[in-house]
């Protein structure tokens, strides 16, 4: 009866643990009240309120907290969905790009073993019967298999002497500090900005006026001429690359008494590789599509390069009406390119993000 009384007087117990001392046992809604010698009680327990609405989460003092039940889940399923969404975007616009790129090849492609009059009457049936006779037309009577030559030349002694040159300087500029240091690499940096066209005219005086013997349609000419286009890019991508590699490897080779020049081509190079073929195969598409310069310095026919001989038998096929042969030649052209980038894909990729990873 008394312990009721005292139960009674003392009312709901506070939430939580209390001060120990001489008091009463009893336990609170959630927890446990004041500990102590004297008589026992148990208070009214109860709980919170549960439900889908809410849930416990523990906060920073180590309390209870309620947060709305189902933030974390749900917003993972929004942005789950928004990178699907962008995914499948992403996906579109790269199947369109490649069917915009490839259509066109693959009816080229086909249409090079195809007649005129089924290129003129089905432009985009499938060949019945294969013409090989269209590419030994392009080859021998369209004289694609000399232009052929007259490019391999040209772009082959253009791509080495540009990588060569263009490499020692890059290597140069991001090694060494001299006195207008800065201003040899912006000079570079500043010939990407001029457009060809504007030095199409004073670049025809100089080579035809040049000191004992005109460089007009000759191929050493025109690879002076390419060297010269290529440089100014080639400087500055391989200047930031040999920024990126490590400078203990040519430190260490200095040491063991190798010279500048044996450090450069035996150790600095071989390391540059990724870079070089990525800038070597970018050369090489350029030099290999170049059709200006060849049209303005070289109008000798038997020194033509691919793109003027192409440019010549699409004019020519208009009135001789040989369409098979034309698509045949435009085949021919792009092989080199297209097999030249298969073969050096990694390297390419590999290249361009070398510099982004170290």
Known sequence: MATDEIHQAAGPEPTGPGPAGPGLTGSGPTGSGPTGPGPTGSGPTGSGPTGPAHRVAEGPAGGDATEPAGRGPGRAGVSSTEGGVLNVFSHGILVLWALMVGVPLLWVLWSSFKDSNGILTDPWGLPTVLHWENWSNAWDEANMGRYFVNTSIVVGGS??????????????????????????????????????FMLVIPLFFVMRDFP???????????????????????????????????????????????????TFFQVMLPMAKPGLISIGIFNFLGQWNQYLLPMV??????????????????????????????????????????????????????????????
């Open 297 to 358: 310095l070289n109008q000798q026919e038997d020194k033509y390069v691919l793109t003027q001989g192409l440019a010549m038998i699409a004019l020519q096929q208009g009135y001789e009406n040989d369409w098979g042969a034309l698509m045949a030649g435009m085949v021919i052209a792009m092989l080199p390119v297209l097999v030249v980038y298969a073969v050096f894909q990694r390297q390419v990729q590999a290249g361009l993000t070398a510099g982004a990873l170290k």
């Open 159 to 196: 791509v080495v002497g540009t990588m060569v040159l263009g490499s020692m300087a890059a290597y140069v500029l991001a090694r060494f500090t001299f006195p207008g240091n800065r201003i040899v690499y912006y000079l570079f940096v500043a010939g990407m900005s001029f457009p060809v």
């Open 212 to 262: 004992g013997s005109s460089l007009l349609a000759t191929y050493h000419g025109l690879i002076l001429v390419y060297i010269a286009y290529s440089l100014p890019f080639t400087v500055f991508f391989m200047t930031a690359f040999f920024r990126t590699l490590p400078t203990s490897v040519a430190e260490a080779a200095m040491i063991d008494g190798a010279s500048h020049t044996r």
